[in-house]
């Protein structure tokens, strides 16, 4: 549910703020006031792309806040925590866009992208326009349709599983077919790159250490004449190092009896005496036993060409990455000479995998087809409430083979008028009977799961008189439950919200500004009664607007 809405420096708008209800909320206004600006600003919370044009003041930055209780949905913790967003009572969703059109995004104030953004916003809001009716024609709206109000996930999570693996068995079949039409031209270039990564006698680590041991070889001689002077400064010298530390170490040992800190003085030297003698003897003995020898750095050079020669035929970085190379070679290498009967079992896995599917895919129809009566019934009654008396809805079943969702391809056909026969509903040209049904469809499914909040744009169109009462008592059914925002220029849907908004231009200022306020008593009674009779007719309507206010209030 969405319980506030801040938008500030967005097209039209310097800043509002709106504390929304539980139930059926209106927005009305006259043309161009900025209604459909309030439901582009709630759009970019659902992760709609946005630029610096949409900013009222291009100098600053456009904020879009929404807060909203979660507590009933618990079964959106798992969406948030695949996106890595806090699940927290109440959700706080931010959307900023700076004067040069970069926009960031925040959920719970963790950054997120604007992927992470849609997959949580559409859990929270779904929006409505008059051109989403488009949806009703995609092919996969009566699935999505039935499978809503069936209410079996663990049956479309079954088929989905199922279906996932068919597709995995069945490329694995391909891949060994391909590999066996390869034939032997393909094994013996694996068994030649086998041979010739097994010949070189890997060795994990080897590299490094064999650079180390050529470099040094191949500065012997200024190796072995800084030796040579390290060790005369550090202990053969007169006045070498561990000469001086023996004098240093005296005087310390006779100072020692003065005082406390010369004794640890003495300590501490006599510790740097000892390691220093340690070091001298490690010197003298390398400087002594150091030598090059020119066919080790010959052989040596070699190898260190072999491996790097290896490393970059098959543009591997290190030893440990060749020796997997050759070991992957050698498996594929068992694969190839056992590929017909590695071909049969993958042949055997997919149509193993192939009949659970169809297992999978034949309960899901009959899932499907155990409510599309169900369907039919309510959604013939709601448009005959509505206005349409003579609906027909049917469907169109046709058998297929496994895809994504599922074995059937399911039409749901309508007619709205007496002796035509029902189409799909790429053939309807009424937007009014678009609307009505597409209304029809959301009443149906707000009585069998939680919806977010749903977010209807004129989804009046083409409606007037009793079909309007009607839809303003759906409406309100279903705010029972579930909060509903529709944008309405219908006086009967007005009069039925529960909280009333009126979005109006406002001149006063150097610039035009949208803005919004709560309509409340005879600022609400004035307006429906204005949309019934105009600015000049709507004094005498306020009564009959008192009435229709009371009744919806019973």
Known sequence: MLKHLHIQNYALIDSIDL????????????????????????????????????????????????????????????????????????CLIRREINPQGKSRSFINDTPVTLDSLRTIGQELMDIHSQQDSSWLAHPDFSLELIDSFA?????????????????????????LEKQAAQGNQGLDFTKFQWEELDKAQLRTEEFEGLAARVAKLENAEQIREKLAGLANLV???????????????QQAQSLAKYGEEYEQWKVRLDSIWI???????????????????????????????????????????????????????????????????????????WSVAQ????????????????????????????????????AVLAWEIEPRSCVATGMDKITLLFSANKGLAPKPFKQIASGGELSR???????????????????????????????????????????????????????????????HWFVYKNHSGEKTVSSIRCLKEEDRVDEIAKMIG?????????????????????
């Open 19 to 90: 504390d929304l209800s539980t139930g059926l909320s209106v927005i009305t206004g006259e043309t161009g006031a900025g209604k459909s600006i309030l439901l582009g600003a709630i759009s970019l919370l659902m992760g709609q792309r946005a630029d610096s044009k949409t900013l009222f003041d291009e100098s600053k930055k456009c904020i879009i806040e929404g807060i909203f209780s979660i507590q009933a949905y618990p079964h959106l913790a798992s969406i948030f925590e695949q996106e890595e967003v806090d699940f927290e009572e109440p």
């Open 437 to 499: 049904l597409m209304l029809s469809v959301k009443h149906l499914l707000a009585q069998k799961r939680t919806m977010p909040t749903l977010i209807l744009d004129e989804i009046d169109t083409g409606v007037s008189g009793e079909v309007a009462f009607q839809m303003a008592n759906m409406l309100r059914q279903m705010g029972q439950a579930h909060q509903i925002i529709a944008i309405t220029h219908l006086p009967q849907i007005a009069a039925a919200g529960k909280q």
């Open 355 to 390: 009949r659970k599917c169809e297992e999978k895919g034949h309960e899901l129809s009959d899932r499907r087809q155990a409510v599309l009566g169900a369907i039919q019934r309510a959604l013939t009654e709601s448009l005959q409430q509505l206005g349409i008396p003579n």
């Open 151 to 175: 209410q079996h996930p663990e049956v479309t999570s079954a088929y989905s599983t199922a279906f996932k693996e068919m597709q995995r068995a069945h490329a694995e079949f391909l891949r």
């Open 235 to 249: 202990s053969l010298s007169e006045l070498s190092t561990v000469q001086q530390m023996r004098l240093a170490l």
């Open 275 to 349: 390691e220093l003698k340690d070091l001298s003897s490690e010197i003298e003995r390398e400087a002594e036993d150091f030598s090059s020898d020119p066919q080790e750095l010959t052989d040596k050079q070699k190898r260190l060409d072999t491996l790097q020669r290896l490393m970059q035929k098959h543009q591997k970085n290190t030893i440990d990455e060749l020796i997997d190379l050759r070991n992957a070679l050698d498996d594929q290498i068992v694969c190839f000479e056992h590929i017909d009967e590695a071909v049969e079992a993958a042949k055997q896995a």
């Open 534 to 554: 105009g600015q000049h007719g709507y004094q005498a309507l306020k009564e009959n607007v008192r009435e229709l206010l009371a009744a919806n209030e019973k």
